[in-house]
């Protein structure tokens, strides 16, 4: 089992990009941004990038019954990767695992719990099922029949990058035939929103173009901006793939800073970056694209390039690097799925996506080679690593390989 | 509109379930409404109803013929 090759036999995107991944990676490469203005009661607007098609679609009502908003992704994205992978059941439903990333469960839920019961009304019956922070899996182990390991992982924006790690774990462990994983994220609630804005993190809505509120590396940049959104993959051993993958899942790292409870710090992200490096035995000159984590927030961007540049050395500068965040947002525990995605995408294209909106790098950020502007040709590249640097100091880098 | 039928076309609106296969008499389940979806159901009759469903019904009723006799004997809140 330990030499097997794990394949992505398929992947599901509901994304403020799109609903799947073509959609969302087309897109993305046009240069179109999905960050749009949002307004909450008592709170100044926000920028954020939502997912317009109705999710709610994937259940009836009855079915619906105990699940919310972040549930109800999982379970259309859960699908859409089945059928890419051209999976609609298994002979045995305890050798399929699930493993999804949340940051904040059903925080809709919460939120509207609590706002009812503080407000003098009466608590939802449900608040607990839809609202716990495993409401997603349980709902997409009952409907797609998962029956083995069903897990989840809250490791705030590495949640998706740790929960897919873990999933590639399991399948060369042999514990599991079928790993479905991913992440999932619908922060977009009054009292979450009002609860990122308190930490100041958010970036305001652009006066002059909404759409690039979220500027990665920018000297401009003004903070992070939420997206929501669900990615999940089919991860399989080669032997077990019917196709050829759309990529290869070379191999993983997760790591902890262990410093400090926000700030991100140069030490976790280098070796995390180079333990991921050395789990698929390849050289920094191998990698030909970083999706950055590039949450576009002042201490976080400067950090990781500095790191980038500490692992990369003299190979740094020919590194393309883009944070695709400034197009769809930052999806939190779904962000790292969500990005893995695109990266994969990237791969099967031979095309690396630009960061967008960007007029003026900051010079900390230097050093490595943003992709700005418009998406770049890269007929070349074979491998590319995808970064998500948690809140908490959990730090997880993926690697990808072309099929 | 009689109280069964007021909780006929309220399951009916909130949970998409036929009204041909509402059976007053059968057990909830009979139409697919589990222990969650009654709890939901209480929840919604309190406000529907003006009236404080007590908690215990939520496992002694298990019919709808049931329930519409429990809340006619309700009194109906200010």
Known sequence: ?403 | MSTLDRLTHLIHDKFGVDIAAIDADAPFASYNLDSLTVAELMFEIDDAFHVTVPDEAATTVTTLRQLATLIDGLPEKA
């Open chain 1, 1 to 403: 089992m330990a030499t097997s090759r794990i394949g992505i036999a398929g992947i599901g995107v509901t994304s403020p990009l799109g609903d799947s991944l073509q959609e969302s990676w087309e897109r993305l490469v046009a240069g179109r941004s999905a960050v749009g203005r949002m307004s909450f009661d008592g709170l100044p607007d926000i920028a954020a990038a939502q997912v317009t098609s109705d999710v709610s679609q994937v259940l009836t009502r009855l079915q619906q019954v105990g699940t919310e908003r972040v549930s109800q992704m999982a379970l259309g994205a859960v699908r859409k990767a089945l059928a890419d992978a051209r999976l609609s059941a298994w002979p045995d439903p305890e050798r399929v695992g699930l493993y999804l990333g949340t940051g904040m469960g059903g925080a809709a839920t919460m939120d509207a719990g609590f706002g009812a019961l503080y407000g003098g009304g009466r608590i939802p019956p449900l608040t607990v099922p839809a609202g716990m922070v495993n409401g997603a899996s349980a709902v997409v182990a009952i409907h797609a029949d998962i029956r083995g390991p069903v897990l989840t992982y809250a490791v705030a924006c590495a949640s998706g990058s740790v929960a897919m790690a873990e999933a590639a774990h399991a399948l060369r462990r042999g514990e599991v035939d079928i790993a479905i994983c991913g992440g999932v994220e619908a922060p977009l609630a009054r009292g979450t929103v009002a609860a990122w804005h308190a930490l100041r993190t958010l970036a305001p809505p652009d006066e002059g173009n909404v759409s690039q509120s979220c500027r990665p590396f920018a000297a401009n940049r003004a903070g992070l901006v939420l997206g929501e959104g669900a990615a999940f993959f089919v991860l399989r051993r080669e032997e077990d793939l019917p196709d050829a993958p759309r990529a290869w899942f070379a191999g993983s790292a997760v790591r902890c800073d262990a410093l400090h409870l926000t700030n991100p710090q140069v030490r976790g992200q280098v070796s995390t970056l180079k333990a991921a490096l050395a789990a698929t035995g390849l050289a920094p000159a191998d990698i030909g694209y970083c999706n950055a984590h590039g949450t576009a927030t002042v201490a976080g961007d400067p950090v990781e390039c500095e790191a980038l540049r500490d692992v990369w050395g003299e190979h740094a500068a020919a590194l393309r690097v883009s944070s695709t965040k400034a197009a769809h947002g930052h999806l939190l525990g779904a962000g790292g799925a969500l990005e893995a995605a695109l990266t994969v995408a990237a791969l099967q294209a031979g095309v690396v996506p630009a960061t967008l909106g960007v007029a003026t790098l900051d010079a900390r950020c230097a050093g490595v080679g943003h992709v700005l502007g418009e998406a770049q040709r890269a007929p070349g590249l074979r491998h590319a690593i995808s970064n998500s640097f948690a809140f908490g100091g959990t730090n997880a880098a993926l690697v990808f390989s072309r099929a």
